[in-house]
């Protein structure tokens, strides 16, 4: 056993020294793959000149979802020929040379799958997990929450029925949005009233052990988010995510010191330097980056090592498939000291049975650390290219009678 360990570790020595004469990057490709469900997934395929494919998973948006491939295909020219072992010196350079230091969202998405493919070359060529090559793990399993089950639900009975049938299922954390739409800034009584009825009725449902988790994506002003955090408080929720826009942190840091409920808030930040500016306005008690679009498993880590410091708990974000990206979260979860819990969208777990030989299931709301070397994810690669691109359909924008609802 210890003499079939120390030949790995030689063998990867000598990759990482080495890597340009005995592997480089031959082909890159992005494969924007349709799920079966709102939004089109964006996947990584990269291939060295030894034949070992690394894949990752870039966080996609409706819309959007071309823009952020023409960055992955864009920036992928500048990978072949490179040691894949580089992975940090890449991701580096394609901030200040490519990207000019001028950062986007489809910019950080493309560079997260890009890198996520990366070390899952690097854990296929010496034979481990990523997590082994992070460290190695605190813990050998991980916490997952649902969410994506109440979509387009308005009646709180609604909620609360498909709430327990969600539990049966063995989860014990839930995710949900109890605010009715239009998303806006200012909202009227009923929108709070509507809330505290949804979460009576899940409350009630579920019962007092199962974690509920209250997301608002960014859609209040600093006066509605406090006066919604004191009304459903009531019912212990676990948390209360992105009350307001980051862009403001000052007004996400009130929020923070007059809620009864921990604040979350991160999805939409990319890179160390904006969660720095989130650390120092003492904003959030938990911080949800996405390791798809904030920049890789390897900057993921330095997020949550800053937040390690400054006493901030660490529950990465997740709306993308139930195969490479919440794989590549649970390798750079298992290695944090601070991680909580993480989530698991279960409109696209059936597409992660078909897409993969060995997807990750959790269990009584844990998954297994997968024991496999990379990611640790065998992609069937005919079913991921079968379900091409489909536009998503257009949206209404028009004004309404809604966009003048102010509330109070």
């Known amino acids: 056993m210890v003499c079939a360990q120390i030949e790995q570790y030689k063998r990867l020595f000598h990759l990482i020294n080495h890597g340009d004469s005995a592997m480089k990057i031959k082909n890159i490709e992005c494969l924007v793959v349709h799920p079966g469900w709102r939004k089109n997934l964006i996947f990584v395929r990269i291939e060295t000149d030894d034949g070992i494919v690394g894949w990752g998973e870039a966080y996609s948006q409706y819309d959007r979802d071309q823009a952020i491939a023409a960055q992955v295909e864009s920036l992928g020219r500048y990978l072949i020929g490179r040691n894949p072992f580089h992975i940090k010196h890449f991701v580096q350079v394609a901030f200040d040379d490519y990207a000019q230091?001028?950062?986007?969202?489809?910019y950080w998405c493309a560079v997260s799958g890009i890198e996520q493919a990366l070390w899952d070359i690097v854990g296929k060529a010496s034979n481990q997990p990523v997590y082994n090559l992070l460290g190695g793990p605190c813990r050998e399993k991980i916490r997952v929450y649902a969410n994506g089950?109440?979509?387009?639900?308005?009646?709180?009975?609604?909620?609360?029925?498909?709430?327990e049938a969600v539990v049966k299922q063995g989860f014990t954390a839930l995710k949900f949005d109890p605010l009715p739409r239009p998303w806006r800034t200012y909202i009227p009584k009923e929108h709070i009233r509507h809330a505290v009825a949804v979460m009576d009725a899940i409350r009630k449902?579920?019962?007092?052990?199962?974690?509920?988790?209250?997301?608002i994506h960014r859609r209040l002003a600093p006066a509605h988010a406090i006066e919604l955090a004191n009304?459903?408080?009531?019912f212990k929720p676990y948390w209360f995510e992105e009350p307001c826009q980051v862009e403001n942190l000052e007004a996400l840091a009130e929020v923070r010191a007059r809620s009864p409920i921990p604040?979350?808030?991160?999805?939409?930040?990319?890179?160390?330097?904006?969660?720095?500016?989130?650390f120092r306005e003492r904003a959030v008690d938990i911080i949800n980056p996405d390791v798809s679009n904030c920049g890789g498993i390897l900057e993921m880590m330095y997020i949550a090592a800053a937040a390690e410091a400054e006493?901030?708990?660490?529950?990465?974000?997740?709306?993308?498939?139930?195969?490479l990206s919440l794989s590549a979260t649970i390798h750079a979860a298992a290695c944090m000291p601070n991680f909580t819990i993480t989530e698991y969208f279960l409109p696209y777990e059936e597409f992660g049975t078909v897409v993969t030989?060995?997807?990750?299931?959790?269990?009584?709301?844990?998954?297994?650390?997968?024991?496999?070397?990379?990611?640790?994810?065998?992609?069937?690669?005919?079913?991921?290219?079968?379900?091409?691109?489909?536009?998503?359909?257009?949206?209404?924008?028009r004004m309404s009678e809604d966009d003048d609802q102010i509330g109070h």
């Open 101 to 106: 230091r001028r950062s986007s969202l489809e």
């Open 149 to 163: 089950w109440s979509y387009k639900m308005h009646k709180p009975e609604d909620f609360a029925r498909a709430a």
């Open 205 to 215: 449902a579920v019962g007092p052990d199962v974690d509920l988790l209250i997301d």
């Open 231 to 234: 009304e459903i408080a009531v």
């Open 263 to 278: 604040v979350v808030s991160g999805e939409a930040m990319y890179g160390r330097a904006d969660f720095r500016r989130l």
């Open 311 to 323: 006493m901030v708990a660490v529950s990465p974000h997740n709306y993308n498939s139930t195969t």
């Open 357 to 397: 030989n060995n997807p990750l299931v959790p269990v009584n709301g844990y998954i297994t650390l997968p024991t496999g070397p990379g990611l640790g994810i065998e992609v069937n690669e005919q079913a991921v290219r079968s379900r091409p691109y489909q536009p998503y359909p257009a949206r209404n924008f």
